[in-house]
């Protein structure tokens, strides 16, 4: 009983002083929000502009991935084969042209 007597008068008294310095509450209050706003304002401009930076690296990160997709796709080992041996093949022809004592 004493605890909710005792909350009864602190918001007795809490609701009197309001009251009776309602006017500086308000300028407060006011001054309060006005400022709120603004920070909230500033803190949402540096939000997008970290998320539009962060989904710019996202793209740009998911558009080489793709791109590397691909290459590793498109390269068939067969044809890495194939024109390694043909290099192999070149490579010796322009050695032995240009050494005829080895023959």
């Known amino acids: 009983m004493t605890k909710r007597l005792i909350g009864f008068?602190?918001?007795a008294g809490f609701g009197a002083a309001l009251i009776l310095n309602s006017r500086g509450?308000?300028?407060?209050l006011a001054k309060a929000v006005v400022k709120g706003s603004k920070a909230a304002t500033t803190?949402?401009?540096h939000v997008?502009?970290?998320?539009s930076e962060?989904?710019?690296d996202f793209q740009d990160a998911l558009a080489e991935a793709r791109i590397e997709e691909e290459t590793r796709e498109s390269i068939d080992p067969a044809?890495?084969?194939a024109s390694l041996?043909?290099?192999?093949q070149e490579l010796d022809s322009v050695q032995s042209a240009s050494n005829p004592?080895?023959?």
């Open 54 to 56: 962060m989904m710019e």
């Open 9 to 11: 008068v602190a918001g």
């Open 25 to 28: 509450v308000k300028r407060g």
């Open 79 to 81: 044809e890495i084969l």
């Open 85 to 88: 041996r043909n290099f192999r």
């Open 48 to 51: 997008m502009r970290l998320s």
């Open 101 to 103: 004592i080895v023959q």
């Open 43 to 45: 803190a949402s401009r």
